[in-house]
């Protein structure tokens, strides 16, 4: 082949190739070295360190901006949590939970059966203290008596015999005995009544799902499920906003980054970006060999 052909048709381009391709190495290998800067008598060479070592702490805060900003915003983070892939699971969970039978259930919260049924007798004697609490403060004996002997005093009255025959004061001594016995029958066997009663009535109820008891009270499932649902959203977007309110993204990312030394960065830049950077090394190659075959037409 004739030599000026060749240098006339085939090395310009080449060496525009050639060019390029090493001109766009040199300034993506120059984005990270050298890695520190170097100095000659004591000035720094220009150019060094490379572009993203010597921009790190401004790299950092841009990017923990925008991951704060544009890609951890709140709306993001609670629609994640909301969508129907997330919630249906957890809905459906809970609702499974409220199926189970209330005792199996608190055992397996608990830790265990024993655990549960010391529980289930400590609400007993709790509610037993309370309602015979109650009970006293509301001094049945005395309303007996003072209900009871104005209707026994109504009576007698209205009738002529018996108001010949009864007087107040019998009426008095009549139920003030009747009080004096039921006082003494509520403190002897009142605490006794009222333990059995309650651990009859707490034990049939953890026999029950929580689901029956809420439908007792007026609540079927249908309604049940959506106010869960509506308190999950409502707890999600408010555990999302408290989150966030005590995280601060943005220097969190940019504290991680200018923790990370050079190369660490490095390795993590390029294996995000590894194949654009290729591209436009090989880019640079394309354009010097184009300019490379205008420059023949010249």
Same mark, same amino acid.
């Given at each position: 082949?004739?030599?000026?052909?060749?240098?006339?048709?085939?090395?310009?381009?080449?060496?525009?190739?050639?060019?390029?391709?090493?001109?766009?190495?040199?300034?993506?290998?120059?984005?990270?070295?050298?890695?520190?800067?170097?100095?000659?008598?004591?000035?720094?060479?220009?150019?060094?360190?490379?572009?993203?070592?010597?921009?790190?702490?401004?790299?950092?805060?841009?990017?923990?901006? *925008?991951?704060?900003?544009?890609?951890?915003?709140?709306?993001?983070?609670?629609?994640?949590?909301?969508?129907?892939?997330?919630?249906?699971?957890?809905?459906?969970?809970?609702?499974?939970?409220?199926?189970?039978?209330?005792?199996?259930?608190?055992?397996?919260?608990?830790?265990?059966?024993?655990?549960?049924?010391?529980?289930?007798?400590?609400? /007993?004697?709790?509610?037993?203290?309370?309602?015979?609490?109650?009970?006293?403060?509301?001094? *049945?004996?005395?309303?007996?008596?003072?209900?009871?002997?104005?209707?026994?005093?109504?009576?007698?009255?209205?009738?002529?015999?018996?108001?010949?025959?009864?007087?107040?004061?019998?009426?008095?001594?009549?139920?003030?005995?009747?009080?004096?016995?039921?006082?003494?029958?509520?403190?002897?066997?009142?605490?006794?009544?009222?333990?059995? *009663?309650?651990?009859?009535?707490?034990?049939?109820?953890?026999?029950?799902?929580?689901?029956?008891?809420?439908?007792?009270?007026?609540?079927? $499932?249908?309604?049940?499920?959506?106010?869960?649902?509506?308190?999950?959203?409502?707890?999600?977007?408010?555990?999302?906003?408290?989150?966030?309110?005590?995280?601060?993204?943005?220097?969190?990312?940019?504290?991680?980054?200018? $923790?990370?030394?050079?190369?660490?960065?490095?390795?993590? /830049?390029?294996?995000?970006?590894?194949?654009?950077?290729?591209?436009?090394?090989?880019?640079?190659?394309?354009?010097?060999?184009?300019?490379?075959?205008?420059?023949?037409?010249?």
């Amino acid at each position: 082949m004739n030599w000026e052909i060749i240098s006339r048709f085939i090395l310009p381009p080449l060496v525009g190739a050639v060019i390029g391709y090493f001109t766009n190495m040199i300034a993506v290998k120059m984005l990270f070295f050298p890695h520190e800067a170097k100095y000659i008598f004591g000035h720094r060479v220009p150019l060094t360190p490379g572009a993203i070592p010597k921009g790190k702490a401004r790299l950092a805060k841009s990017a923990g901006i *925008i991951v704060q900003n544009e890609l951890f915003t709140r709306e993001d983070i609670s629609g994640k949590l909301l969508t129907e892939e997330v919630e249906k699971p957890i809905i459906d969970r809970v609702m499974s939970i409220l199926g189970e039978n209330i005792k199996d259930t608190g055992a397996v919260m608990i830790g265990s059966r024993e655990k549960f049924d010391a529980f289930e007798k400590n609400v /007993v004697d709790l509610l037993t203290e309370k309602i015979r609490d109650a009970i006293k403060r509301m001094d *049945i004996p005395g309303t007996v008596k003072k209900e009871g002997t104005a209707m026994i005093r109504e009576q007698v009255m209205e009738s002529t015999l018996l108001s010949l025959v009864v007087s107040d004061r019998l009426i008095e001594r009549i139920m003030s005995r009747v009080a004096s016995t039921m006082d003494d029958f509520i403190e002897a066997k009142g605490t006794e009544m009222i333990h059995g *009663i309650t651990a009859s009535r707490i034990h049939d109820l953890g026999e029950r799902t929580p689901l029956y008891v809420l439908e007792q009270a007026g609540y079927d $499932s249908e309604t049940v499920r959506a106010k869960i649902t509506a308190a999950y959203r409502e707890s999600i977007v408010n555990a999302v906003n408290s989150a966030l309110r005590r995280i601060n993204v943005a220097q969190v990312v940019e504290d991680k980054i200018n $923790s990370m030394s050079v190369e660490e960065l490095e390795k993590g /830049v390029m294996q995000v970006m590894k194949t654009e950077l290729n591209m436009i090394v090989n880019l640079g190659a394309l354009i010097g060999l184009v300019i490379g075959s205008i420059n023949i037409f010249i």
